[in-house]
T-cell receptor, first 114, second 116 residues
Framework: DQQVKQNSPSLSVQEGRISILNCDYT??????FLWYKKYPAEGPTFLIS?????DKNEDGRFTVFLNKSAKHLSLHIVPSQPGDSAVYFC?????????????FGRGTQLTVWP | EPEVTQTPSHQVTQMGQEVILRCVPI?????FYWYRQILGQKVEFLVS????????KSEIFDDQFSVERPDGSNFTLKIRSTKLEDSAMYFC??????????????FGNGTRLTVT
């Protein structure tokens, strides 16, 4: 099951710079996308979402971009902070499942160094 | 901020034994879920539950698995006869509104199940 792919298992960024995390999907039925952050020994924490009617959603330092034609989304974190170091999961939901079935990518470990 | 709580944090069991993983969802949430993550793998959907019945389940959720809301606060996942491949982190989640469009899932910290 490779419906949601995060091809970069890790990303290392200097504090203050931009972090860009990428995600691709294959299922054209997906119409809602979310990013979750996960620290060790904790569950995933919701970060930001976007529906397919938009191409951008911004919340503070976090912006998610959606390119439907390319079936690609990205999460931008500006400026990056050491506390942002975590695993970031991209997740997607489709129209046929209205009750919270999310399809996750494998995650990208972000490390922000001072 | 209210949170989803899961107990125990770590459960070790022998193959063939039954285990029950417990969760207390956020109090005003109506939709409940179990997900799992095998080490190094993706977080995978197991089951969703609403109004005291299963709404949707994945192919992973076979007859060995069951869920229950025995009272007004707990939500449990039972594995009847555990197998080695059931070893994983199990996450409980809940949300308030119908579907993730309106409210994202809130996850607990997980129960690490180790089957020996």
């Amino acid at each position: 099951d490779q419906q949601v792919k995060q091809n970069s298992p890790s990303l290392s960024v200097q504090e203050g710079r931009i972090s860009i995390l990428n995600c691709d999907y294959t299922n054209s039925m997906f119409d809602y996308f979310l990013w979750y952050k996960k620290y060790p020994a904790e569950g995933p924490t919701f970060l930001i979402s976007i529906s397919s009617i938009k191409d951008k959603n911004e919340d503070g330092r976090f912006t998610v971009f959606l390119n439907k034609s390319a079936k690609h989304l990205s999460l931008h974190i500006v400026p990056s902070q050491p506390g942002d170091s975590a695993v970031y999961f991209c997740a997607a939901a489709d129209r046929g499942s209205t009750l919270g079935r999310l399809y996750f990518g494998r995650g990208t470990q972000l490390t922000v160094w001072p | 901020e209210p949170e989803v709580t899961q107990t125990p944090s770590h459960q070790v069991t022998q193959m063939g034994q039954e285990v029950i993983l417990r969760c207390v969802p956020i109090s005003n949430h109506l939709y409940f879920y179990w997900y799992r993550q095998i080490l190094g793998q993706k977080v995978e959907f197991l089951v969703s539950f609403y109004n005291n019945e299963i709404s949707e389940k994945s192919e992973i959720f076979d007859d060995q698995f069951s869920v229950e809301r025995p009272d007004g606060s707990n939500f449990t996942l039972k594995i009847r006869s555990t197998k080695l491949e059931d070893s994983a982190m199990y996450f409980c989640a809940s949300n308030r509104d119908r579907g993730s469009y309106n409210s994202p899932l809130h996850f607990g910290n997980g129960t690490r199940l180790t089957v020996t």
